[in-house]
């Protein structure tokens, strides 16, 4: 699987996302500047991954969703690359209008860093398909804007599209309506979620319950 993962300043888990993808699909990834305007050829996968981009000044996300190599990222997402983003990731995706919504400002406004219960809703993607639904996942969060809010239509588009991936379980730690913790967009090629998949890849680091996301990816795409 060939794939790549974007670095903006600030970016914290690229190197996470690099580790988890290197090991598990046995290729390294490509690691790509935020300034760059190209992609790389024939990539399977991008990863935007975790982090403060650009110190998440203005709005979480935001600028990141408007540097250089996200107009090449987001044509690559309507040719049908997967694209994955993760926690910040996931907030430059709705910055860049891939998907619906945004991310506000936890409803406790702090900032939280713990694992938490997360339930699959759909094996319905290239991500999830190696999941069954209503099994729930111990996942890391690490995020001080991850509370997920959409308008009420686009939250019952969600829901009737079978396109919420995750929501979280028994305790909703950020407020996210709906416990909403990842979505999919449209075409399915597009997973944003909160939760940190790549750190838990390894019983080492805490959990494996990320390692099915990865090795279905790996499935897919290779």
């Avoid at 991310?103 to 219960?117: E, H, T």
């Avoid at 999830?128 to 209503?134: F, L, M, Q, S, W």
């Amino acid at each position: 699987m060939r794939s790549a993962v974007i670095v903006f300043p600030g970016s914290n888990c690229d190197r996470d996302a690099a580790v988890a993808l290197e090991a598990l699909t046995g290729n390294q990834p490509a690691m790509v500047w935020h300034r760059d305007s190209v992609l790389p050829q024939r990539l399977d996968l991008i990863l935007i991954p975790g982090g403060f981009s650009y110190g998440d000044y203005l709005r979480a996300g935001a600028m990141a969703g408007n540097s250089p190599i996200m107009l090449d990222v987001v044509k690559a997402a309507k040719k049908g690359i997967a694209i994955l983003g993760i926690c910040n990731g996931f907030q430059v995706l709705t910055e860049t209008g891939l998907l619906p919504g945004t991310l506000l400002r936890n409803s406790k406004l702090n900032f939280i860093c713990k694992n938490v219960g997360v339930t699959v809703q759909t094996q319905d993607s290239i991500f999830t398909g190696g999941y069954c639904v209503g099994s729930t996942l111990e996942l890391p969060i690490a995020h001080h804007d991850g509370n997920y809010y959409a308008d009420e239509e686009t939250l019952n588009e969600l829901e009737g599209e079978d396109r919420v991936a995750f929501c979280y379980s028994g305790y909703n730690p950020n407020g996210s309506q709906r416990a909403i913790a990842g979505i999919l967009n449209k075409k399915r090629n597009v997973l944003g979620m909160m939760p940190h998949p790549e750190r838990a890849v390894d019983a080492k680091l805490g959990g494996t319950d990320g390692l099915i996301l990865f090795d279905t990816l790996a499935k897919n795409l290779m």
